[in-house]
């Protein structure tokens, strides 16, 4: 979840590709799998320190050798 301005999107973006090398996990994203994002906030509405975004990107488990 990214709480705030779309602009500062990247930092929670780098959060989780840190959890996802720390847990031996890789992106998953290919022509058939993307990543999404999904506005829980209208930005019409809503003061945009109060904006929810659902980032997700898809990953698998680093396989052992």
């Not at 929670?12 to 996802?20: C, D, G």
Request: some cysteine; proline content about 2%; charged content about 30%.
């Amino acid at each position: 979840m990214h709480n705030g301005s779309y602009d500062n999107e990247t930092a929670t973006v780098e959060l989780m590709h840190k959890y996802m090398n720390e847990n031996r996990y890789q992106l998953d994203i290919t022509g058939k799998r993307f990543h999404h994002e999904i506005y829980l906030s209208n930005p019409r509405k809503c003061d945009v320190s109060k904006f929810k975004t659902i980032i997700r990107h898809s990953i698998k488990k680093i396989k052992n050798n």
